[in-house]
C-alpha cells in the first residue's frame, strides 16, 4: 500500500548525542515535509524539500540537519545544538507543482516520538 | 505577524448533535485553508480544503466556511458520533512562504 513510513515510533536520547529519524514514501511525491509537534499546539514546519537535492529551512530548523539524496526519502537529525528536542516529529508529503496552489494535501507518517533522557 | 488560532479548551457535545469549530487567522491572506484531523499518538489526516472564492465545502457530514473579511473559517460536523472525537486542526496556505501553516487544534469530545 502507498505511504508514509516514519521510524522509530519511539526514540530515546542521551543529552549531546546526535539521532536520525528516518522517512519514506512510495508515493511518487515531489515534496517532502518535517513538523514538530508540542503538547497542545501546532504542527511547527522544521525543514522541507521540493525536489531531490534541494531543501529549505522552515520555522524551526536550527539544531536539526535533513538530506535528500533520493526522491522517496527524507531523513532528519535532530543534533546535540537542539536544546530542546522532546517532541513528536512528523514528516508528511504532497505531490509538487507550480503556481500558485503549489501545496496540496499532506500526507502524514505516524510519527515518532523523541525524548531526551 | 501571522496568527492562526483555534480554541485550545476542548468542545464537548452530546451525540446526534452538531459541533462547529472555528479558525481565526491574522496578517495574512490565504488563497486556501485546509482542516485535518489528528488522533493521539498519530499523525493528521486530510479532510477537506475550501479555496479563498469558495464560501462553502462539504463532504458527507462535514461542512467547512470560509469567510476572508471576516478571517475566519468554521468547521462543522453534522450528526456527531463519538468516533468524531478527535483534535482538528485548521492549516491556511500561507502565500509568501508558499507553505502550509498549522493552527493548534481543537479537541472534539462527542459524548454517547
Known amino acids: 500500500d502507498g505511504g508514509i513510513t516514519q521510524s522509530p515510533k519511539y526514540l530515546f536520547r542521551k543529552e549531546g548525542q546526535n539521532v536520525t529519524l528516518s522517512c519514506e514514501q512510495n508515493?511518487?511525491?515531489?515534496?517532502m515535509y518535517w513538523y514538530r509537534q508540542d503538547p497542545g499546539q501546532g504542527l511547527r514546519l522544521i525543514y522541507y524539500s521540493q525536489i531531490v537535492n534541494d531543501f529549505q529551512k522552515g520555522d524551526i530548523a536550527e539544531g536539526y540537519s535533513v538530506s535528500r539524496e533520493k526522491k522517496e526519502s527524507f531523513p532528519l537529525t535532530v543534533t546535540s545544538a537542539q536544546k530542546n528536542p522532546t517532541a513528536f516529529y512528523l514528516c508528511a508529503s504532497s505531490s509538487a507543482g507550480r503556481g500558485r496552489f503549489f501545496v496540496g494535501e499532506l500526507f502524514f507518517g505516524e510519527g515518532s516520538r523523541l525524548t531526551v533522557l | 505577524s501571522q496568527k492562526i488560532e483555534q480554541n485550545s479548551e476542548a468542545l464537548n457535545i452530546q451525540e446526534g448533535k452538531t459541533a462547529t469549530l472555528t479558525c481565526n487567522y491574522t496578517?495574512?491572506?490565504?488563497?486556501?485553508l485546509q482542516w485535518y484531523r489528528q488522533d493521539p499518538g498519530r499523525g493528521p489526516v486530510f479532510l477537506l480544503l475550501i479555496r479563498e472564492n469558495e464560501k462553502e465545502k462539504r463532504k458527507e457530514r462535514l461542512k467547512v466556511t470560509f469567510d476572508t473579511t471576516l478571517k475566519q473559517s468554521l468547521f462543522h460536523i453534522t450528526a456527531s458520533q463519538p468516533a468524531d472525537s478527535a483534535t482538528y486542526l485548521c492549516a491556511p496556505y500561507n502565500n509568501a512562504g508558499n507553505m502550509l501553516t498549522f493552527g493548534g487544534g481543537t479537541r472534539l469530545m462527542v459524548k454517547p
Open positions: 508515493l511518487n511525491h515531489d515534496a
Open positions: 496578517n495574512y491572506s490565504p488563497a486556501y
